[in-house]
C-alpha cells in the first residue's frame, strides 16, 4: 500500500502562476522528500524535510510540513514550463537496517507557456 | 561525477521469455534499490541490495530476482513474462551511510513492454 498520497492528481496552469501540491502519509516518519519525474524518465530529487522542521526552502521550491495533520505540501513559485512533470512524495520507512523510500502515486502538473 | 545507468533503455520481450536488466550506480554508492512503476499500480519497490546481499523485498512474486555484484553494480532478472510486467523498471543508487536520510538516486529506467 503506498504510505504518502499527492494531491491533486493533476493540475494545469498557466506560466508565472504558483502551484501547489499537498501529500498526506499514514504513519509517523522520520523525514518527507520530494522527488519531481519527467516524462518517462527517472526521478530526481528535489527536496529532503525531517520531521522536526515545519517549513524547507529550495529556490523556487517551499515545503511545509505538518506532522500533527500527517501532511506536506510543496509550492513551486512562479512557475515555468519546465517544471512540467509528475512530483512524487516520499516517506521513509526503515527496515533492516536501511532506509527505503515509500512513493505516492503522484501529482502530474502542466505548465502551459 | 557519473549518474545511475541503466541498459538496455528498451526493450521488447514476448510473454514466457525472461529478461535481464542491468544497473550502475553513482561511483561509491553501496545500495541499489529497483522499483517497477506501472500508470495502475505507480512507483512499487521491488527489491534493494547492499555488498552484494538482498536487504530488503518488495511483495512481488518469486519470478523477479537480483542480485549485486562486488563493484555495485547490480542486475535484476525477470523470468516467464507476463503481459503485466509491462513497466519502467527504476534503479537507484544511495550512498547507504546508515542515516535515515540517505537520498536515493535513479537512473533514467528501462521501458520493458511484454508482448
Given at each position: ?113 | 561525477?557519473?549518474?545511475?545507468t541503466q541498459t538496455p533503455r528498451y526493450l521488447i520481450k514476448t510473454r514466457g521469455q525472461q529478461v ?96
Open positions: 500500500s503506498q504510505q504518502g498520497e499527492e494531491d491533486p492528481q493533476a493540475l494545469s496552469i498557466q506560466e508565472g502562476e504558483n502551484a501547489t501540491m499537498n501529500c498526506s502519509y499514514k504513519t509517523s516518519i522520520n523525514n518527507l522528500q520530494w522527488y519531481r519525474q519527467n516524462s518517462g524518465r527517472g526521478l530526481v530529487h528535489l527536496i529532503l524535510i525531517r520531521s522536526n522542521e515545519r517549513e524547507k526552502h529550495s529556490g523556487r521550491l517551499r515545503v511545509t510540513l505538518d506532522t500533527s495533520k500527517k501532511s506536506s505540501s510543496l509550492l513551486i513559485t512562479a512557475s515555468r514550463a519546465a517544471d512540467t512533470a509528475s512530483y512524487f512524495c516520499a516517506t521513509g520507512l526503515s527496515s533492516g537496517g536501511s532506509y527505503i523510500p515509500t512513493f505516492g502515486r503522484g501529482t502530474s502538473l502542466i505548465v502551459h507557456p | 561525477k557519473a549518474g545511475v535481464t536488466l542491468s544497473c550502475s550506480p553513482i561511483s561509491g554508492h553501496r545500495s541499489v534499490s529497483w522499483y517497477q512503476q506501472t500508470p495502475g499500480q505507480g512507483l512499487q519497490f521491488l527489491f534493494e541490495y547492499f555488498s552484494e546481499t538482498q536487504r530488503n523485498k518488495g511483495n512481488f512474486p518469486g519470478r523477479f530476482s537480483g542480485r549485486q555484484f562486488s563493484n555495485s553494480r547490480s542486475e535484476m532478472n525477470v523470468s516467464t513474462l507476463e503481459l503485466g510486467d509491462s513497466a519502467l523498471y527504476l534503479c537507484a543508487s544511495s550512498l547507504a551511510s546508515g542515516r535515515r536520510e540517505d537520498t536515493q538516486y535513479f537512473g533514467p529506467g528501462t521501458r520493458l513492454t511484454v508482448l
